[in-house]
Nanobody, 121 residues
Framework: QVQLVESGGGLVQPGGSLRLSCAAS????????MGWYRQAPGKQRDLVAT???????NYADSAKGRFTVSRDNAKNTVYLQMNSLKPEDTAVYYC???????????????WGQGTQVTVSA
């Protein structure tokens, strides 16, 4: 069984920073791409940033220049450093990872439970 557990969300003032973490655990054979998505109330879940196992990154336009995605492959963990936060960044942030389980022949897409980020004065 594979699990993704996020941490680091919370309440922050506009202009502030937060760092989200997401650790994968369980019967992991290999992890490929990892990433972050967010969903604001009443809206669809949107891409924030992704990173391949080789370190290639991709960002949504809204995240470019303010957010940085990184990963520690030894710890099976992906991070999202968020700077210059705006009220419109308020959302539930979910991590995602493409993982091959030891028990499976396939790579599957796993999701964390989500962590709330609220940007407000």
């Amino acid at each position: 069984q594979v699990q993704l557990v996020e941490s680091g969300g919370g309440l922050v003032q506009p202009g502030g920073s937060l760092r989200l973490s997401c650790a994968a655990s369980g019967t992991i054979f290999s992890i490929y791409a990892m990433g972050w998505y967010r969903q604001a109330p009443g809206k669809q879940r949107d891409l924030v940033a992704t990173i391949t196992n080789g370190g290639t990154t991709n960002y949504a336009d809204s995240a470019k220049g303010r957010f940085t995605v990184s990963r520690d492959n030894a710890k099976n963990t992906v991070y999202l450093q968020m700077n210059s936060l705006k009220p419109e960044d308020t959302a539930v942030y979910y991590c995602s990872a493409d993982i091959k389980d030891y028990r499976s022949d396939f790579v599957e897409d796993y999701w964390g439970q989500g962590t709330q980020v609220t940007v407000s004065a």
